[in-house]
């Protein structure tokens, strides 16, 4: 059975939040687009995938990482530049904070978590 948590995270400065990839990272400007894009990197498997393939040796990487959780939900609250971001999912701690890292680099900060 699958423990289903609730992540509360907080981003600083929405606007300086990239992540290290162009090519992966979050370049909207608001955290409605935020939330919209880190719900559908949790829910698929396209940017799992597409960091995978720029990988050096992506068959060393373990697969675990890519897992998937279709009825994971984001939700982002901002003010000013700063963004509330609640996601609740089944899915690993190590999993969401791999994600969010690469759409926003380390710009973010873990609050709380707790049970959904």
Same mark, same amino acid.
């Given at each position: @059975?699958?423990?289903?948590?609730?992540? @509360?995270?907080?981003? &600083? &400065?929405?606007?300086?939040?990239?992540?290290?990839?162009?090519?992966?990272?979050?370049?909207?400007?608001?955290?409605?687009?935020?939330?919209?894009?880190?719900?559908?990197?949790?829910?698929?498997?396209?940017?799992?995938?597409?960091?995978?393939? @720029?990988? !050096?040796? !992506?068959?060393?990487? &373990?697969? %675990?990482?890519?897992? =998937? &959780? !279709?009825?994971?939900?984001?939700?982002?609250?901002?003010?000013?530049?700063?963004?509330?971001?609640?996601?609740?999912?089944?899915?690993?701690? %190590?999993?969401?904070?791999?994600?969010?890292?690469?759409?926003?680099?380390?710009?973010?900060?873990?609050? =709380?978590?707790?049970?959904?």
């Amino acid at each position: @059975m699958t423990t289903v948590q609730r992540y @509360m995270f907080s981003i &600083d &400065d929405l606007p300086k939040a990239r992540g290290e990839s162009h090519e992966l990272s979050f370049q909207g400007g608001s955290a409605e687009s935020l939330a919209a894009l880190l719900q559908q990197a949790l829910r698929e498997p396209s940017l799992w995938q597409r960091w995978l393939a @720029m990988q !050096p040796d !992506p068959d060393a990487v &373990d697969a %675990a990482l890519g897992q =998937n &959780d !279709p009825a994971a939900i984001v939700e982002a609250h901002q003010s000013d530049v700063h963004v509330s971001v609640t996601v609740t999912s089944s899915l690993p701690h %190590a999993i969401i904070k791999h994600r969010l890292t690469l759409l926003v680099g380390k710009h973010w900060t873990l609050r =709380n978590v707790s049970a959904a």
